[in-house]
């Protein structure tokens, strides 16, 4: 698949997953202009970041099939990590407003973190749909040329709202 045909199916993917959170919101009573604008945003994020899109329900069924992957919890790890993250998740803070460079230092520990292989299944993760911490990993990933992507934008929250396991540090 090219990479514009690519783009196209992840934003496609990102607009149906916001619609679905869209229809739930809109029944706690939010404002519909609120919703589109989170929607609106999380799709643009998508586009640009040119990263995949997994859902809470997805994400468990790789890990129930044992597909090979890293998750990265992008929250921080005191505050969050450490009392609540999805089992098998390693830790690596990134800021919430978009990260338009990174630095060497970064740059260097997210290599490291992600690895040799650029095909490796890889899923980042935050607090919830809102926060861009996840976007921020995701695409740079992207960027520094990793080919299957993913932001998980539930996060912890949706995950835990599903009642799956968590994980914590003692």
């Not at 800021?95 to 292989?117: N, W």
Request: hydrophobic share 40%.
């Amino acid at each position: 698949m090219d990479a514009m045909k690519k783009r196209a199916v992840v934003a496609a993917v990102a607009l149906a997953a916001f619609c679905t959170m869209a229809a739930n919101v809109y029944a706690w009573g939010v404002k519909e202009l609120e919703t589109e604008k989170s929607a609106v945003t999380f799709s643009r994020e998508v586009e640009r970041g040119g990263y995949g899109v997994v859902s809470t329900e997805e994400l468990k069924q790789w890990m129930v099939e044992k597909r090979p992957m890293l998750i990265v919890d992008t929250m921080p790890y005191e505050a969050s990590y450490k009392k609540n993250h999805i089992p098998g998740a390693k830790p690596m803070e990134f800021p919430i407003p978009e990260m338009k460079s990174l630095d060497d230092k970064t740059k260097a520990e997210l290599v490291r973190l992600l690895g040799p292989d650029k095909n490796r299944l890889i899923v980042f993760y935050c607090g919830f749909t809102k926060c861009t911490r996840s976007h921020n990993g995701a695409m740079w990933a992207e960027k520094l040329g990793y080919k299957n992507v993913y932001r998980h934008p539930g996060g912890i929250k949706a995950w835990m709202e599903a009642d799956y396991p968590v994980g914590n540090v003692k």
